[in-house]
């Protein structure tokens, strides 16, 4: 068995080794693993740090779907628990984009408590990566598409985490007022 803080290291240094050379979709000059810390690190505050499955699985949370990582793998080396969580976090990439976020927005409501918090976390990384200063008029619409989907997706996550609920708040508030 792991210690909580063997899990969170192990964790980081395989979510950093498979996201190797990937930059941020919506911030290219930055790598993945600046994503991954600032889910897994939302997912550690919002929970005072008292479940070290859910930080690392908010490391892994896109290690399933975004590279050569199955739910075995993780379930070896981690937890069935912080496998069952990635897994509940990965879109089926065999689907069009548009279907992928409809799915997203009709399981949510079905999603376990932790898988919740995480794509919470998820969606408050992304909103935020978006967030620049004087956007143009594309980033501006991505921007405001982004948002209008998270919202409806974080809908069906909310009520187990009031920090977390209120920093997603918070981010949609400072999204809006640059649109
Ligand atoms: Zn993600």
């Known amino acids: 068995m792991l210690s909580s803080i063997q899990l969170i290291s192990e964790a980081a240094e395989l979510a950093a080794q498979r996201h190797t050379g990937t930059p941020r979709k919506a911030r290219p000059n930055e790598p993945y693993v600046n994503h991954l810390a600032e889910v897994a690190n939302l997912l550690a505050t919002a929970t005072d740090g008292a479940d070290a499955e859910l930080v690392a699985a908010g490391w892994l949370h896109d290690t399933v779907e975004d590279t050569e990582t199955s739910r075995e793998e993780l379930a070896q080396t981690f937890s069935d628990r912080v496998a069952s969580l990635v897994t509940e976090c990965t879109d089926d990439m065999n689907l069009p984009k548009t279907e992928r976020r409809q799915k997203q927005i009709e399981?949510?409501?079905?999603?376990s408590p932790g898988a919740k918090l995480i794509k919470i976390a998820d969606k408050i990384s992304n909103i935020r990566a978006r967030i620049v200063p004087d956007p143009s008029k594309q980033q501006r619409d991505d921007l405001a598409d982004y948002v209008s989907w998270a919202e409806k997706v974080v809908a069906g996550c909310?009520?187990?985490?009031a920090?977390?609920?209120?920093?997603?708040?918070?981010?949609v508030r400072t999204a809006k007022r640059l649109l």
């Open 163 to 171: 920090r977390l609920d209120t920093a997603f708040d918070e981010t």
């Open 107 to 111: 399981d949510a409501p079905h999603k």
């Open 158 to 161: 909310r009520g187990v985490n």
